[in-house]
């Protein structure tokens, strides 16, 4: 065909290195390679979220999205997300003493995010 560009088949010179290995072996040199290129991806998710990420946490924990919208906004709006919005939210239960689901519904009304402000700066990052 006019306009390819033939590719040399080079798979025998590139696969030298592995030609001795057993099934095995093979497979532990996979998935450690597997396990080096998703390394950085966990260390990512372990310091970083998102406004999605936040608000389906909610929603396993009870709140409907209606109500997750206007905690994940409180907690941007403080500088907070990255603790946490179901977090932030169980944190305020348990200083209070209240339930979960009141902490929040108390917080979508303006309420504890004070609170909330002062217990997690102190923990740093």
Same mark, same amino acid.
């Given at each position: 065909m006019?306009g =390819?560009?033939?590719? #040399? %088949? %080079?798979?025998?010179?590139?696969?030298? =290195?592995? !030609? +001795?290995l &057993? %099934?095995e072996?093979?497979?532990?040199?996979?998935?450690?390679?597997?396990? @080096?290129?998703? #390394?950085?991806?966990l260390?990512?998710?372990k310091?970083?979220?998102?406004? &999605?990420?936040?608000?389906?946490?909610?929603?396993?924990?009870?709140?409907?999205?209606?109500e997750a @919208?206007?905690?994940?906004?409180g !907690? /941007?709006?403080?500088?907070?997300i &990255?603790?946490?919005?179901?977090?932030?939210?169980?944190? /305020? &239960?348990?200083?209070k +003493?209240?339930?979960?689901?009141?902490?929040?519904l108390e917080?979508?009304?303006?309420?504890?995010? *004070? *609170? !909330?402000?002062?217990?997690?700066?102190?923990?740093?990052?």
């Open positions: 006019k =390819h560009l033939k590719r #040399e %088949d %080079d798979f025998k010179e590139r696969r030298k =290195h592995l !030609a +001795n &057993s %099934d072996e093979l497979k532990l040199r996979f998935w450690k390679l597997a396990e @080096k290129a998703v #390394e950085p991806l260390e990512l998710a310091t970083h979220t998102t406004p &999605s990420i936040e608000r389906s946490v909610l929603l396993r924990m009870g709140f409907s999205s209606l @919208k206007p905690l994940v906004e !907690a /941007i709006d403080r500088g907070l &990255s603790k946490g919005v179901g977090h932030l939210v169980y944190r /305020i &239960s348990k200083e +003493n209240i339930p979960l689901r009141q902490a929040g917080m979508i009304e303006g309420k504890h995010w *004070d *609170d !909330a402000v002062v217990i997690f700066r102190g923990e740093g990052k």
